[in-house]
């Protein structure tokens, strides 16, 4: 296991390298100037120079990945164009608004997910079973972001019920400490903000959720069914065991294994998803960062901002192959 | 069905060759029905793969005949009849410029299934070739695709797709190749590890052994019998890839107006929610049924072609 960690941590090394590359290559690869796109046509000679200047784009590609590279192992992920701060110290805010809707869309996901998934192997073939894989199907069918319209129409314009916008009351904004909203307002023991945030969670959450919570639903569902199949559950049968006990104390804990994997890829996928739920919502999270800098050519941000998505990404993915021998013995390596 | 279609040839073929030579009855009806026929079998019988396929044969007709279907083009606006709910003149109503919805959803159709269709063939000609010789050849060859394929998956796909469009240029086309490019390792590691465990029968031993050229055996052996996997992963491709290209028009990053692209006309259709709610409900109903279409013919060739799913 220890070798195998380390061997997986090695790996890690070429993707890093091939991750800087790309997004190094993002402003490289534009075609004519990329001084002059960034600035746009108007942009003067002097202006297009001191631009060029300021990114080292007159030096030679090995160079400027060298510098590049050299900056991010310093923790420097470059400089705004737009807000002219360091991209380092003001991108926390947004990190955190992504982790925070992707919890709790996670959460809404494995929740339903899962207990739709137990139900329907438990009553094979039922009306249940049928209209939870099919809801599933066509949940993994919908463009996420219109299920987002469609809520935000819905619950929001129509029935009031939930906020169509934002984080939180802009009128009253919290004092952020972490930057995880919920989190921030339990710290001040301010109760009426907690459902404030939460209120504002629901329909993101929804919306991001549910792609997972589709795919969450049938991979639990055959997976149980594959589990329910088992010797060993026979014999728990046969020593007479009730059904429920069957189901959530012996099946279940085999049958989440496969479970637990696809939760930790789709908590990666999600984060790179959320940029769509994050423009419908204007949640101010690390996509929407990244895709207001495209519509500002903000390079250095559009750089960093996917260079860090595809980092947690990866990281998730390393932890959920460690996580995936841990909680289950059997597989060696 | 085996039986009857065997029986038949049986007497015809008793009636045009009457030689008492002729074999025993016994030795034709073992007669070896190839995996294909053995799968469309399966497949005809599946309720929801034909629900798919009449699905998408509708889109695609749909597409084709949509000038014949309408007296509007797609980009003709009528500003004083914005926003109209369903009617018989607006089968589907109107958008906020005017246009008829109907004709920009018929026509639209054309875009989401060129798009599917491209990005798929693309993704799927260079992942191919990439992971049969990854597969075939191994050693560092492997190792440098391999590792390219790794970090290609180490973005996020809709993340891969901005970054490229970023560097493109936003357009349908670039949009296209975006979509193309976060699905050839998709591809890529489908085929390879296919190759990988054709690669050790003994049938490819065999033929390395009678000097075949590797050309030869990669077209004429390995080749035929890794399609399985690749067209069901096309199939379920073809509803992301048109997902994709959906949300990237949706973002402004793909296809641009007056292109009646459904992803788009979503886009569109946000600041009018409330007052056309039609603008809204009918692109999105047109995405996902086309996606649906493709996923419930994917899940069926999945179960007729993997023997491991069959009863």
């Given amino acids: ?333 | 069905m085996v039986n009857v279609e065997n029986k038949k040839q049986f007497s015809n073929k008793k009636l045009t060759n009457p030689s008492p030579n002729s074999p025993k009855p016994n030795s034709e009806e073992v007669k070896a029905i190839s995996p294909w026929r053995d799968a469309m079998r399966q497949l005809r019988k599946n309720h929801f793969a034909l629900a798919g396929f009449v699905i998408i044969v509708f889109f695609i007709l749909l597409g084709l005949v949509a000038p014949l279907l309408t007296p509007f083009a797609f980009d003709e606006q009528d500003i004083i009849n914005r926003l109209q709910p369903p009617s018989a003149e607006h089968w589907l109503g109107t958008d906020h410029l005017g246009r008829d919805i109907f004709t920009r959803i018929a026509y639209g159709a054309r875009i989401s299934l060129q798009v599917g269709f491209f990005a798929v063939t693309g993704a799927l000609v260079v992942g191919s070739i990439l992971g049969i010789v990854a597969g075939y050849f191994g050693r560092w060859i492997d190792m440098l695709i391999s590792r390219i394929f790794d970090i290609l998956l180490a973005f996020p796909s809709i993340l891969l797709a901005i970054a490229v469009v970023a560097i493109l240029g936003a357009s349908l086309e670039n949009a296209l190749i975006a979509i193309a490019i976060i699905n050839i390792p998709i591809f890529g590691r489908l085929v390879r590890s296919k190759v990988i465990s054709l690669r050790e029968e003994e049938y490819i031993m065999a033929a390395k052994a009678q000097g075949m050229k590797n050309g030869r055996i990669i077209l004429h052996h390995i080749l035929p019998n890794s399609t399985a996997p690749i067209i069901v992963q096309a199939t379920l491709g073809f509803g992301t890839a048109i997902l994709e290209a959906a949300a990237l028009g949706f973002l402004g990053l793909g296809a641009q107006p007056p292109d009646p692209e459904w992803g788009k006309m979503l886009a569109d259709a946000r600041d009018f929610i409330q007052l056309a709610p039609w603008t809204l409900i009918v692109p999105g109903v047109a995405i996902m049924l086309v996606v649906l279409g493709f996923n419930l013919i994917g899940d069926g060739l999945r179960d007729a072609l993997d023997p491991k799913m069959k009863n």
């Fill in chain 1, 1 to 333: 296991m220890f070798a195998y960690t380390i061997r997986r941590i090695l790996m890690l090394i070429p993707v890093l390298i091939g991750m800087t590359i790309i997004t190094f290559s993002i402003v490289h690869l534009i075609p004519g100037n990329p001084a002059q796109v960034i600035l746009g046509e108007n942009a003067t000679e002097e202006q297009v120079e001191a631009l060029e200047e300021s990114m080292g784009l007159n030096e030679p590609y090995i160079v400027q990945y060298g510098l590049y590279v050299k900056d991010l192992l310093q923790g420097d992920l470059g400089t705004s164009l737009k807000t002219k701060s360091e991209i380092s110290s003001e991108i926390w805010p947004y990190i955190a608004a992504t982790f925070e809707l992707t919890f709790f869309a996670m959460l809404f996901a494995v929740f339903i997910g899962v207990n739709a998934g137990i139900i329907s192997a438990w009553r094979q073939n039922s009306w249940f079973d049928f209209l939870a894989m099919l809801f599933a199907l066509v949940g993994v069918s919908m463009p996420i972001f219109w299920l987002a319209l469609m809520e935000q129409w819905l619950f929001a314009q129509e029935l009031g019920w939930f906020p169509a916008y934002g984080r939180q009351d802009s009128k009253d904004p919290i004092a952020a400490i972490t930057h995880f909203y919920v989190l921030d307002s339990f710290i001040h023991l301010d109760f009426p903000r907690v459902i404030t945030s939460l209120k504002h969670l629901v329909l993101p959450s929804i919306a991001l959720g549910t792609i997972p919570m589709a795919i969450i639903a049938r991979m639990t569902r055959s997976s149980m069914l594959e589990v329910m199949k088992s010797d060993y559950i026979r014999t728990v049968r046969a020593k007479g065991a009730g059904q429920f006990l069957v189901v959530y104390k012996h099946a279940l804990r085999n049958a989440l294994i496969p479970v637990i994997t696809v939760i930790g890829l789709q908590t990666g996928v999600l984060l790179g998803g959320a940029i769509l739920t994050e423009t419908i919502f204007s949640w101010p999270g690390i996509g929407r960062y990244v895709f207001d800098a495209i519509s500002f050519r903000d390079y250095p941000v559009i750089q960093s901002g996917i260079l860090i998505i595809a980092f947690i990404f990866v990281i998730i993915n390393l932890i959920v192959d460690l996580l995936y021998s841990a909680i289950d013995p059997r597989i060696k390596y």
